[in-house]
């Protein structure tokens, strides 16, 4: 797989690889139309991603329930948050 299917995915688990901020559990997320994208929250707005720093990603694909783990670097930092696919786990 070098792309995200296009969809909605839930739950969604967002980790910082270094230990930093932005951690989300159980949110929802959308993977754009490129595959490369993917947008997800609602993040605490205390506890925000950093803009540039990598995150594991683990979802499931809500249509058929399909389990994926990546690597992203986030791209845009807010309640919803996106990140740029960088490598599958």
Do not use: W
Not at 47 to 60: A, F, Q, R, S, T
């Amino acid at each position: 797989m070098d792309k995200l299917p296009v969809g909605s995915y839930c739950p969604v688990n967002v980790y910082s690889v270094l230990q930093g901020n932005g951690t989300l559990t159980r949110g929802t997320g959308t993977a754009n139309e490129d595959g490369q994208t993917f947008c997800c929250g609602n993040f605490d707005k205390h506890d925000l991603p950093d803009i540039g720093k990598k995150y594991k990603i683990v979802v499931n694909e809500e249509s058929t329930g399909k389990h994926i783990e990546f690597l992203g670097i986030c791209v845009d930092a807010g309640i919803t948050s996106c990140f740029k696919l960088e490598d599958f786990v």
